[in-house]
């Protein structure tokens, strides 16, 4: 064998130790078990990598579990009201939107979209709505801030949707529009407090 320089032999150590990026490897969805270079996204591990060594590899179902929860974070917690508004009938008038915040506990809060105009991107603009707090909601549409935050989340219904050509109306509030039920109704505002056991003027005040 000729080598390229005189006098140098022949390595004892194996080829891949030698060459270590001839390694075999394979594509997998960026799931190792590394513990120093990850990023922990709802309990699963990540790394922003396309390709990692076989020693590296998991379990093939927690790369499919990682794969799920990326795909649930980028669909969800990931979009903002452009996008998600972009994906449904009539570009989601009518529909409602909310932070995962403004769900948690006692907290009720909504925004029931009523127009909506993107820019050229088609990823912002500007949008309005009318914001229901505790079944409380505004009379007149204003204009959502933070919308192109990507932290947005859509319940659609079809029985909501709203053609273009007509008029969104607001959302009928608690209390006033509707009747209070207080065998039923139960403030979400005040967990404590059986509605049972509240006068109806007091009810309607407190909802």
Known sequence: MTLGSKGMKLSPD?????MPWT???ECVPGV?????????????????VECVDRASQVDPLEAL????AVYEYNTSTGKNIFQLASQVEF???GQRFYRKEWQEETYDEYITLSAIDFN????????HGYVTFHGETTTRPVQIDFADVPVWHVEFRVARAVSFNAI???PPSIGTDVPVDARSYRLRAYPWIDATDIPSP????LA
Do not use: I, N, S, Y
């Open 202 to 205: 007091m009810l309607v005040l």
């Open 23 to 25: 390694a075999a490897k």
């Open 91 to 93: 570009d989601g008038c």
């Open 65 to 68: 579990r990682a794969t799920v």
């Open 120 to 127: 050229r991107d088609g990823d912002k603009g500007a949008a």
């Open 168 to 170: 969104v109306p607001p």
């Open 32 to 48: 190792v078990l590394d513990a120093k270079e990850k990023m922990v996204l709802d309990g699963v591990q990540l790394v922003d």
């Open 14 to 18: 194996p080829h891949r130790r030698r």
